[in-house]
């Protein structure tokens, strides 16, 4: 069964300052997804990250993948208040066919970044 | 743009009414989607479906079926509501083939009493 941990699950920045938030899965994928979600809101799409060593970018947000080590990272550069939300990482259960798509999530990281 | 839309964003139920929750995706795709959300436990696939009146179970099927008689059409439905059912439900679609990108509805969030 696919596990997926996030750690950490709260974390409260201050502006300016880096983090980096954990995604670690217990058992092979291709496909890795991070999400945003604001309070009340649905998901929205930030990457996907299709192989080994893969890395991207968007502003102040960086995303890699280690299918090796089953790990993710996404990493904030010069956290700023926008930034505040839940960000969701989840790994494709992928096992052939057309069957992309059944996702597993983790817990969620709840963002704060203060002044 | 692409949309996956929820018909119902906000509903409450009695315990033991039949509940239907719909999701319309305009995008042509092949599979579709529903998860749950709950605080501290992320989102639960419930049930899938890769094809018209095609349906697979996900992890917590217990309690909900689903039909798709049409390809851009993908319904939950709660045969007999109960209040473990309360929570935030979320339809998603993505192109069976190649694609990688999988789209979200807003979300329904339903509360049962």
């Known amino acids: 069964e696919l596990k997926v941990e996030q750690n950490p699950l709260f974390l409260s920045m201050q502006e300016g300052k880096n983090y980096t938030i954990y995604c670690n899965y217990s058992?092979?994928?291709?496909?890795l997804y991070w999400y945003r979600q604001d309070p009340g809101k649905s998901l929205e799409s930030l990457f996907v990250?299709?192989?080994?060593?893969a890395v991207k970018q968007e502003g102040r947000l960086m995303a890699s993948l280690d299918t090796k080590a089953r790990l993710s990272t996404l990493h904030i550069t010069a956290a700023v208040h926008d930034l505040s939300a839940t960000y969701f990482c989840?790994?494709?259960?992928?096992?052939?066919?057309?069957?992309?798509?059944?996702?597993?999530f983790g817990q969620g990281t709840i963002l704060t970044v203060h002044p | 743009d692409v949309k996956v839309t929820q018909s119902s964003r906000y509903l409450v139920k009695r315990t033991g009414e039949k509940v239907f929750l719909e999701c319309v995706q305009d995008?042509?795709?092949?599979?579709m989607f529903w998860y749950r959300q709950d605080p501290g436990l992320g989102l639960r696939l419930i049930y899938f479906?890769?094809?018209?009146?095609?349906?697979e179970k996900g992890d917590i099927p217990e309690g909900y079926s689903v039909s798709r008689e049409k390809k851009e059409r993908f319904s939950l439905i709660l045969e007999s509501a109960s209040t473990n059912q309360t929570s935030m439900y979320l339809c998603?679609?993505?192109?069976?083939?190649?694609?990688?990108?999988?789209?979200f509805g807003e979300g329904s969030w339903l509360t049962v009493v």
């Open positions: 998603a679609s993505m192109t069976g083939s190649s694609g990688n990108t999988i789209y």
């Open positions: 995008m042509d795709h092949e599979n």
């Open positions: 989840a790994v494709d259960r992928f096992a052939g066919g057309t069957s992309y798509g059944k996702l597993t």
């Open positions: 058992t092979t994928s291709d496909r």
């Open positions: 479906s890769y094809d018209v009146k095609m349906k």
């Open positions: 990250l299709l192989s080994n060593g």
